[in-house]
């Protein structure tokens, strides 16, 4: 009955077709503001915007390969690029001089790129802070957002994600103060639209209850113990809130070793690795990938090019090592 609901919920919809019935353009809002004065200002994007890639590509953990890693993922045709501008865990101005190159070949235009950073708060970031940690959190996203698109040669980006909430239940002050500062980003056309990462499914809805511009994408680590945590997908995909899964690879390496992932690979003569991208994306999740190797990157984009089955895709939701050997 569980997995059922999964399915009659849409959980096996690709992105394409859950985007293509999303209004891509938010609406005009009139605004009566003033007095006896009637302007329309365009909305913020409250959904992922219409160049939201089917696969991403993260660039956390190259340090100095960062550029030449990003360019050859750009050049092998992801045209979407995960960043941070948290220099503990990424290289963000290595990842704009790869992007920077790229446009200028022409291999990509900036239209087609989605960009997507991230804003940290102090605790998620060691000494190499992209702001002064001692000014108010609306002023930090703001000097971090400058910096972030001085580092990508930019003067928008696609997504702007909160990388964490300071809390692990819960949202406190800091992250309403941030989020509403990343707020007047997306309604100054500065970013397409927001994000939030690693949350909870209480936190996710919490955001949503009290967001005036709604995230429109969720970012988290995707573990296979919790049915490839299903309460975060589904809570995303009931609120058109498209699901970005990391670590499907690392943070499920028994799963990937079991009889569903194994005998899909077995039938379909593809990787496990490939099985499991192939299964997220059924599963409507937009993929991460950070890989270093250039045959890899070639079959992360191609796992479209194989079917899995039904029966297959609904026995990899379910598989659990822990709960095997439990
Ligand atoms: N929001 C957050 O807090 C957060 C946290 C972590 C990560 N992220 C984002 O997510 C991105 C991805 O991170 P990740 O944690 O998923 O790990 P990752 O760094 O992408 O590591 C993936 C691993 O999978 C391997 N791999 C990829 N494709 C493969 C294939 N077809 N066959 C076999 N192995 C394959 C890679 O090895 P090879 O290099 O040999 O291919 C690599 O060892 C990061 O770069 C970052 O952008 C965000």
């Known amino acids: 009955m569980e997995a059922e609901r999964g399915v009659t919920l849409g959980i096996y919809v690709p992105l394409a077709d859950m985007t293509e019935t999303r209004p891509l353009r938010a609406a005009a809002r009139v605004s009566t503001e003033g007095v006896g004065v009637r302007s329309v200002e365009p909305e913020p994007e409250q959904r992922a915007p219409e160049n939201t890639p089917r696969f991403l590509y993260g660039t956390a953990w190259k340090e100095e390969r960062t550029e030449r890693l990003t360019r050859l993922a750009l050049e092998t045709g992801f045209t979407g690029i995960d960043t941070a501008n948290q220099r503990k865990h990424y290289h963000e101005a290595a990842v704009g001089a790869a992007v920077r190159a790229t446009l200028a070949s022409g291999a990509v235009t900036r239209e087609r790129l989605f960009l997507q950073t991230k804003f940290t708060h102090a605790g ?36 702007y994600v909160l990388h964490g909430p300071t809390r692990s239940r819960g949202l406190g002050p800091e992250d309403w103060e941030a989020w509403r500062a990343m707020e007047a980003l997306a309604r100054a056309g500065r970013t397409r639209c927001l994000g939030v990462s690693n949350v909870t499914v209480d936190q996710l809805r919490l955001l949503c209850a009290q967001a005036e511009v709604a995230p429109a994408f969720v970012q988290n680590r995707c573990y296979a113990r919790t049915t490839w945590d299903r309460a975060v997908r589904e809570l995303a995909a009931e609120r058109g809130i498209v699901y970005q899964a990391f670590s499907l690879l690392t943070a499920n390496a028994a799963e990937l070793g079991q009889p569903p992932v194994v005998n899909a690979a077995r039938r379909t003569g593809r990787s496990p690795a490939e099985v499991v991208f192939r299964f997220a994306l059924a599963a409507g999740m937009l993929p991460l990938t950070g890989s270093s190797s250039a045959a890899h990157l070639r079959q992360d984009l191609a796992v479209e090019t194989f079917e899995l089955l039904p029966d297959e895709l609904h026995a990899i939701e379910r598989t659990s090592a822990r709960g095997r050997l439990g």
């Open 124 to 159: 998620g970031q060691d000494q190499r802070l992209p702001y002064d940690p001692n000014a108010p959190v609306a002023t930090q996203v703001a000097q971090s957002f400058e910096s972030s698109l001085e580092h990508l040669g930019t003067d928008y980006v696609d997504a």
